[in-house]
């Protein structure tokens, strides 16, 4: 599993020294070189130290290093819960979290707590780069944008905690715009991507690679759609894709995930009910296959409040559950978002 996120230890590992008793400490530029490159790469950063935060965060700014660092833990807790609140905030597996640190006691405690997380030595920094795990198959114009595109969302996320007012009120006020299209050629990088790095909001887990997509993308039996969303704060990017499998009497949602950035903004029933409504005009059948797993639940939930049920279990069909909508019920779009499909 391709790393998302590398939360670096500051002192002896950052930079040398230990900031609380040289206020000079230096960059190290072999450590700053692979920050960059991952970054390019999409791979988010962030920092677990045991420091003072208001000293540490100001150093980092006179470095002119600290933007590249998304919700620094910064204090005296340990490492294991520091590591566990950087996942937790920007709402990805920790399995997906790569921990950098020169003391071999603070990479014990993380790897005890969170034996999914990859722990490496500061002193094998440099080399970051070269593992597998850090490198993804291709780098996207998503990729590139990925720390800036979590930046906004740290910007939404201000303005609805100060909010006074409904949800509602609050989406209303970021005027979205959702846009469903077929998928171009452009796209399958980013959607094998999305096939690749999407685990909670995954309704089979399913993998594609680019040649495969490809092949569903000219097939006359399959249709390949990719969502965009958009708002006052900027693009999110590619951050839905939909697979389904066209046959003469029953159409087969294969595919349904979105990117765990937009969980909250009800996208994939948005792209669902798009489903719904072509299958219902073209006078075919629609079933969804579900392979449940322990992050995925919102996605059944998505399939459930969209009036899909279950006509065929998991246990009877090797893990993959079949849901059905009778279209008894097509909702509306929601009022707050405007929806735009492109042919």
């Excluded at 114009?141 to 800036?148: F, G, H, L, V």
């Excluded at 887990?205 to 006052?232: K, N, Q």
């Excluded at 006509?311 to 279209?327: C, H, I, K, T």
Aim: include cysteine; charge should be negative.
């Amino acid at each position: 599993m391709t790393v998302k996120c590398v939360v670096w230890d500051l002192d002896d590992t950052l930079w040398d020294g230990v900031l609380l008793e040289d206020g000079e400490v230096g960059l190290r530029p072999a450590v700053l070189d692979a920050i960059r490159t991952l970054d390019e790469r999409g791979i988010l950063h962030s920092v677990a130290s045991r420091n003072d935060h208001d000293t540490a965060m100001a150093k980092l700014a006179e470095l002119g290093v600290a933007e590249y660092f998304l919700h620094p833990q910064i204090g005296w807790g340990r490492k294991s819960e520091a590591v566990a609140e950087i996942a937790r905030r920007l709402n990805i597996g920790i399995d997906t979290l790569a921990f950098v640190d020169d003391q071999p006691f603070e990479r014990d405690e993380v790897a005890f707590a969170h034996p999914q997380v990859l722990c490496v030595d500061a002193a094998e920094a440099a080399s970051i780069t070269e593992l597998p795990r850090m490198n993804p198959r291709f780098v996207t114009t998503d990729s590139r944008a990925r720390r800036e595109l979590y930046r906004a969302d740290e910007q939404r996320k201000q303005a609805e905690e100060g909010h006074q007012g409904t949800s509602e009120e609050f989406l209303a006020q970021l005027a979205m715009r959702f846009t469903i299209a077929p998928a171009r050629e452009e796209d399958l990088q980013r959607a094998e991507e999305l096939t690749v790095r999407t685990n909670q909001l995954n309704a089979t887990g399913y993998t594609y690679s680019y040649e495969e997509l490809d092949a569903f993308r000219t097939s006359d039996d399959h249709e390949l759609l990719v969502a965009e969303l958009e708002d006052v704060y900027g693009g999110y990017g590619t951050i839905g894709l939909a697979l389904v499998e066209r046959g003469e009497t029953v159409w087969t949602v294969k595919l349904l995930l979105m990117s765990c950035r937009v969980m909250a903004r009800g996208v994939g029933s948005v792209l669902l009910n798009h489903l719904i409504r072509k299958a219902s005009s073209a006078g075919v059948r629609l079933r969804a296959e579900f392979v449940p797993t322990d992050r995925n639940r919102t996605m059944y939930i998505t399939y459930k409040f969209s009036g899909f049920r279950e006509v065929e279990r998991a246990e009877q069909r090797d893990g993959v559950s079949v849901l059905e909508n009778d279209f008894s019920r097509v909702q509306d779009d929601p009022p707050y978002m405007t929806v735009q499909v492109l042919d």
